[in-house]
């Protein structure tokens, strides 16, 4: 039964992990409630300030993205 919990936590981690990597306007929300239920509790400031941080609209860039050496390599980051 500890090994479920334990594989299903680690699971969810890693789902949360790529969803923030890869579609981040979907963990917006989560991030907003996390921030708000922190606030309201008032425990952990150190992880209510990084949810809110992200949970905040982000600045989009184009192109690179801040890339280093974009410019020398003919246009691709990668």
Do not use: N
Not at 1 to 19: E, N, R, T
Not at 52 to 60: N, Q, W
Request: net charge positive; aromatic share 6%; charged share 15%.
């Amino acid at each position: 039964m500890i090994q479920i919990l334990i594989v299903s936590i680690l699971v969810l981690f890693c789902a949360g992990y790529w969803l923030q990597r890869l579609a981040p306007s979907l963990m917006k929300p989560f991030w907003r409630g996390l921030a708000l239920t922190l606030s309201s509790l008032h425990v952990l400031p150190g992880l209510r300030g990084k949810a809110e941080k992200l949970a905040s609209p982000g600045i989009t860039r184009a192109g690179c993205g801040s890339c280093k050496g974009c410019d020398s390599k003919g246009g691709g980051c990668h």
